[in-house]
C-alpha cells in the first residue's frame, strides 16, 4: 500500500459516530502524517477497530485494564 493511500485509509477510519474522537483522532493523523504513512503507530489501525463508546472511555480513564496496552498511543493522541 502506498503512503498516500495509507493516510487516506486511516483517515477514513478515523471517522467516528463521535465528533470528539474525529477531532482527536484526525489531529492525530495529521500531526503524525508522515510516520504513519511509513507505518509507525501500528497499534493505531488495531485502536481504530474499538468501538466508539469504549474508545472515548479509554480517552476519559486509560486506567482500564484493556486500554493499558495502547496507554503510550491514548497519550499521543490526546496530546494531538
Not at 500500500?1 to 478515523?14: H, S
Not at 474525529?22 to 497499534?43: C, K, M, T, V, Y
Request: hydrophobic letters at 40%; glycine letters at 6%; aromatic letters at 12%.
Amino acid at each position: 500500500m502506498g503512503d498516500i493511500e495509507r493516510v487516506r485509509k486511516l483517515k477514513w477510519f478515523c471517522r467516528r459516530g463521535m465528533k470528539e474522537l474525529d477531532i482527536l483522532l484526525e489531529r492525530f493523523i495529521d500531526n503524525h502524517q508522515d510516520s504513519l504513512a511509513d507505518g509507525a503507530w501500528p497499534d493505531f489501525e488495531t485502536l481504530l477497530q474499538t468501538e466508539d463508546d469504549v474508545l472515548w472511555g479509554w480517552f476519559q480513564d486509560s486506567s482500564s485494564p484493556d486500554a493499558s496496552r495502547y496507554e503510550e498511543l491514548l497519550v499521543q493522541i490526546r496530546r494531538g
